[in-house]
């Protein structure tokens, strides 16, 4: 069942094409976070993203 919505999905090339663009939009972000930005503390960011952790 599931896999022929996947299916039906797909034959649709309006929908096939904003899957593919948010797919790509996604791993475009992981890729990114795993590229060290310049002039950007890594320490800083780490520090940051704990006090929004922890509240």
């Known amino acids: ?4 919505v996947f299916a039906k ?3 649709t090339p309006d929908l ?3 899957i593919f663009f948010t ?5 475009l ?9 310049p002039g ?3 320490g ?3 520090r ?3 006090n929004v952790d922890t509240g």
């Open 48 to 50: 940051c993203l704990a």
């Open 23 to 27: 797919l790509g939009i996604m791993a």
């Open 9 to 11: 999905a797909f034959r």
């Open 29 to 37: 972000f992981r890729f990114g976070s795993v590229i060290p930005t």
């Open 1 to 4: 069942m599931l896999l022929s």
């Open 16 to 18: 096939r094409r904003k």
């Open 44 to 46: 800083a960011v780490q």
């Open 40 to 42: 950007v503390s890594y």
